[in-house]
């Protein structure tokens, strides 16, 4: 289980942040060869529903705040208790960041022992604030960390979102992977996807890779990293 009452932060936040009963799992993203890992992924786990209900249930509250707030710390905690060395990767809304005091708690808390080794995913979900990813953008590369656009083929992040946004990494969606080894539209799509990416010196991540035949065709075409129940299942 993840605490929040010994952190540094105002007394408001500390009392939405202590209603919520959530652990957290890492799935592993993975260099071509299949076994090195790049990054461990951060996905939050709720006790009492399921991440979806969640986020909904925030949402209709108008507190999707706190669970960003939540994701940050809650997200470092578990990965420095695990001792991983590799990048991890958080997810954000797409709407919200820290606030400023916010912000420099958590520098200030996890220190520089986290610049350079943080992936910041932006989701499709709710909307876009091309404000709030202004200081996302700002404040994570003033830590020398990443910034990756998730879900793309599948949602708010098309390619218009993507030249707005400029992220060092864009995951391609489940959507556009599954089957791709047989499908000639989605590999047409996807290479022309890859070449891309590629040429505004973004890194690609195949998500969702199920099947040997997926990852292979995808290897081939020269996708950068890879995530998938075929390499790892989140534990």
Do not use: C
């Amino acid at each position: 289980m993840i605490y929040y009452d010994h952190l540094p932060l105002d007394k408001e936040i500390l009392e939405a942040l202590g209603k919520l009963s959530i652990n957290y799992v890492f799935q592993p993203i993975f260099y071509p060869d299949g076994k090195t890992v790049y990054a461990w992924e951060a996905l939050m786990r709720p006790t009492q529903m399921t991440v979806m209900e969640l986020i909904n249930e925030y949402m209709e509250k108008d507190e999707l705040h706190t669970l960003e707030v939540a994701t940050l710390f809650g997200a470092m905690q578990a990965y420095v208790l695990r001792g991983y060395t590799e990048r991890v990767s958080i997810n954000s809304f797409p709407n919200d960041n820290l606030r400023q005091d916010e912000a420099d708690v958590f520098w200030e808390y996890f220190g520089d022992s986290i610049r350079g080794r943080m992936i910041i995913e932006n989701l499709e979900y709710p909307y876009f604030s091309y404000e709030h990813w202004l200081e996302k953008s700002r404040s994570v590369r003033s830590m020398e960390n990443l910034l990756a656009a998730d879900d793309f083929g599948n949602g708010i992040n098309d390619m218009e979102r993507i030249d707005l946004m400029n992220p060092h990494i864009v995951k391609l969606d489940r959507e556009l992977i599954t089957g791709i080894d047989h499908d000639s539209e989605k590999q047409d799509n996807v290479m022309s996807l890859v070449l891309q990416f590629h040429s505004k010196n973004m890194l690609v991540v195949a998500e969702g890779v199920e099947e040997k035949e997926e990852f292979d065709y995808l290897v081939g075409i020269g996708v950068d990293l890879f995530q998938g129940y075929y390499l790892a299942r989140p534990a």
